[in-house]
Every structure is written in C-alpha cells, then in structure tokens.
C-alpha cells in the first residue's frame, strides 16, 4: 500500500508564493514511475499540474509553466511542488499523486492520491 500526505496550503496573497509538500509512504517492492500534483478548484474537475517522472523528465499545465517547479528528494521520499507569482486563478485543492508497480505484479500499474492541501489566494 502507498500513503501520500499534502502539507503547505494555505491562504496567500496574490502574487505570493507556497510550496507543497507531499510525503510518500511506500510499501517494500513498489517502485515509482513518476509523480505528480493536480489541482481542483471548485466545481471543475481535477486537472494536472505538473508531473515527474522516474527519470526527471518534467511536464507542466501551460497554465502554471514559468511559476511552478515539482521537484523530489528520493532520500526523504518527499515531492515538492513550489508555486510563484500566483494568482487567484491556482486557487483550488491541490493532490499529490504517484504511478508505480509492485515487484509482485511488474505488468500493471497502481495510481495513488493525497487527500490534497487547499491553496486560497486572495487579497
């Protein structure tokens, strides 16, 4: 089983900045192909925000290209999601996000989410 707790949000002016943060707690034998957060404001549907994978390669939603940045720190299995300029469009729930297999299962893929970390900006 795999675990994703979201910690960072909260209420920011806009033009603020915040960074997420996201602990994994992973089962022995479950590798990560990649992680991610999405976002969900209020009546929309979740979307990506940005993306890792196993590899580094990075993928971002145009709308938060040039202020976002996802990064990991595999030695304390955490992913980080710093979030500049922002504006009161980024408010929404904010989901971290993981895409692995278990040695046990090497042909299928497991999704995982967080319980996600509101982010409100406004004056």
């Known amino acids: 089983q795999v675990q994703l707790v979201e910690s960072g949000g909260g209420l920011v002016q806009p033009g603020g900045s915040l960074r997420l943060s996201c602990t994994i707690s992973a089962a022995s034998g479950f590798t990560i192909s990649a992680v991610g957060w999405y976002h969900q404001a209020p009546g929309n549907q979740r979307e990506l925000a940005a993306t890792?994978?196993?590899?580094?390669?990075?993928v971002y939603a145009d709308s938060v290209k040039g202020r976002f940045t996802i990064s990991r720190d595999n030695a304390k299995n955490m992913v980080y999601l710093k979030m500049n300029s922002l504006i009161p469009e980024n408010t929404a729930v904010y989901y971290c996000n993981v895409w692995g297999e278990y040695e046990s299962s090497p042909l299928r893929m497991y999704n995982y989410w967080g319980q996600g970390t509101q982010v409100t900006v406004s004056s």
């Open positions: 890792m994978t196993s590899g580094g390669a990075t």
